[in-house]
């Protein structure tokens, strides 16, 4: 999760990278951009399902006492952080999904590394989200 993105702005950029048009010469390349977007967002509806598990536990565990309710809202909040993350990054996509659905064969390539620089942040978002979960539970049992 501690990956950063390098900061980039498409749409001013006038660097070769966004320039440069993407070639969808055939159906295997517009799927692979589509099915990019589709695995991105499976990744994070399993971080809100991570996040709505941690959000239950610690509902049912609402009438322990203080500090072991304090260490679960701080395992909560952790995992809630990580779905405020990926949210941000699937808002990005959700955009560039718009953009991309009427014209895929006019892409740029810099776009094309920037979604799959998403779609990486997000499964590590999961990852991360996941281990969270995994260790709550850990501390549950």
Do not use: W
């Not at 390098?6 to 993407?22: A, F």
């Not at 809100?48 to 509902?59: E, G, R």
């Not at 993350?85 to 996509?93: G, Q, Y």
Request: proline share 1%; with cysteine.
């Amino acid at each position: 999760m501690n990956k950063d993105l390098k900061s980039h702005k498409l749409q001013d950029c006038d660097c070769e990278e966004c320039n440069e048009v993407y070639d969808a010469d055939g159906v295997d390349n517009k799927e692979h951009i589509l099915d990019m977007i589709e695995r991105s967002n499976l990744h994070f509806e399993n971080i809100k399902d991570n996040t709505d598990t941690a959000i239950n536990l610690l509902k049912n565990y609402e009438n322990e006492d203080d500090d072991f309710i304090d260490a679960i809202k701080i395992k909560c909040n952790d995992i809630v952080d990580v779905e405020k993350r990926a949210s941000e990054i699937i808002d990005k996509i959700n955009i560039m999904e718009n953009s991309f659905k009427s014209k895929v064969e006019e892409i740029p390539i810099g776009k094309i590394n920037i979604l799959e620089e998403y779609l990486e942040v997000i499964k590590n978002c999961e990852n991360v989200s996941n281990r969270l979960l995994e260790n709550l539970l850990k501390r549950l049992i």
